[in-house]
């Protein structure tokens, strides 16, 4: 079964950090581009953070930037979402998703990801 699966949420005071990690089930992410997406509730889904697969090249949502850092390691087949000095507001379920076409893009939707996670609850509360 083709799949990515999201760990590392929690619960975390405003300013703490976690770590987010995607991992693939069943294929090599090396050739996908993989996007990191939030859903709070009352609030529409929003692409967080995204990085290519070739180039690296990232796109952050601009209240993210300066705090959450994505990075890959192909040898272990995962992505992370380093989360810094994070607010109450960051608060939401994180997936991520993976992209066959294999670029990072901010206007690349949801829907056109070819993999998607059941998603990890992050809570930022004191």
């Known amino acids: 079964q083709l799949q990515v699966v999201e760990s590392g949420g929690g619960l975390v005071q405003p300013g703490g950090s976690l770590r987010l990690s995607c991992v693939a089930s069943?294929?090599?992410?090396?050739?996908?581009?993989i996007g990191w997406f939030r859903h709070a509730p009352g609030k529409e889904r929003e692409k967080v953070s995204c990085?290519?697969?070739?180039?690296?090249?990232?796109y952050y949502e601009d209240s993210v930037k300066g705090r959450f850092t994505i990075s890959r390691d192909n040898a272990k087949n995962m992505v992370y979402l380093q989360m810094n000095s994070l607010k109450p507001e960051d608060t939401a379920v994180y997936y991520c998703?993976?992209?066959?076409?294999?670029?990072?893009?901010?206007?690349?939707?949801?829907?056109?990801?070819?993999?998607w996670g059941q998603g990890t609850q992050v809570t930022v509360s004191s």
């Open positions: 998703a993976a992209l066959g076409r294999g670029y990072c893009a901010g206007n690349v939707l949801w829907e056109e990801y070819d993999y």
């Open positions: 990085i290519g697969s070739s180039d690296g090249s990232t």
């Open positions: 069943g294929f090599t992410l090396d050739y996908y581009g």
